[in-house]
C-alpha cells in the first residue's frame, strides 16, 4: 500500500477508497451508491466509519525543573544512600535528624560542612549532584 495515496477497493465495481497517512488509515464510504454492494443499488443500512489510529500519543515533556538557588534551597531536603541532608535557613544544616553543619551556595556549588569534613555538591537544574551521584529529592 502506497502512503498518501487514494486507492480503489479490489473490487473495480466498489467505488470504495482508502486514505493511507502514516499509520492511521482513514476509510472513506460513498454511500450513494453502496458501498461494496452491487452499482446500482442504493445501500440497506449505513455504517459510520471512524478513523483509527495506530499511532501511540505522544508522551508529553515534561517540565524542566527549577534551577535550584541560594533562595530555594532552604526547606528542601535530600537523601543519597543512608544520609539524609535537610537544608535550613540561614546556612544551617541538619543531617540524619540532628543539626550538625551548615552550607554554603557559590556558582551553581553546595559546600556542606560537618565537623571537620567538608564536601562540594553540585546544582544541575533543580537536581544535586554528589561527583556523578545524583541525590535523591524526598520533600
Known amino acids: 500500500m502506497q502512503s498518501g495515496k487514494w486507492l480503489r477497493n479490489s473490487n473495480q465495481m466498489a467505488p470504495c477508497r482508502i486514505f493511507?497517512?502514516?499509520?492511521?488509515?482513514?476509510?472513506?464510504?460513498?454511500?450513494?451508491?453502496?458501498?461494496?454492494?452491487?452499482?446500482?443499488?442504493?445501500?440497506?443500512?449505513?455504517?459510520?466509519?471512524?478513523?483509527v489510529s495506530t499511532a501511540s500519543a505522544p508522551a508529553a515533556n515534561p517540565a524542566p525543573e527549577a534551577a535550584l538557588t541560594a533562595e530555594s534551597l532552604p526547606g528542601t531536603a535530600w537523601s543519597a544512600g543512608p544520609l539524609t541532608l535537610a537544608f535550613g535557613q540561614d546556612g544551617k544544616l541538619t543531617a540524619n535528624g540532628s543539626e550538625s553543619g551548615?552550607?554554603?551556595?557559590?556558582?551553581?556549588?553546595?559546600?556542606?560542612?560537618?565537623?571537620d569534613m567538608s564536601y562540594i555538591v553540585t546544582v544541575r537544574g533543580g537536581k544535586l549532584f554528589y561527583g556523578d551521584m545524583e541525590l535523591s529529592r524526598t520533600n
Open 20 to 51: 493511507f497517512h502514516g499509520a492511521m488509515a482513514l476509510a472513506v464510504v460513498i454511500l450513494a451508491t453502496g458501498c461494496g454492494g452491487e452499482t446500482g443499488k442504493p445501500a440497506e443500512s449505513a455504517q459510520t466509519v471512524k478513523p
Open 102 to 115: 551548615e552550607w554554603t551556595f557559590d556558582a551553581g556549588q553546595i559546600t556542606v560542612k560537618t565537623g
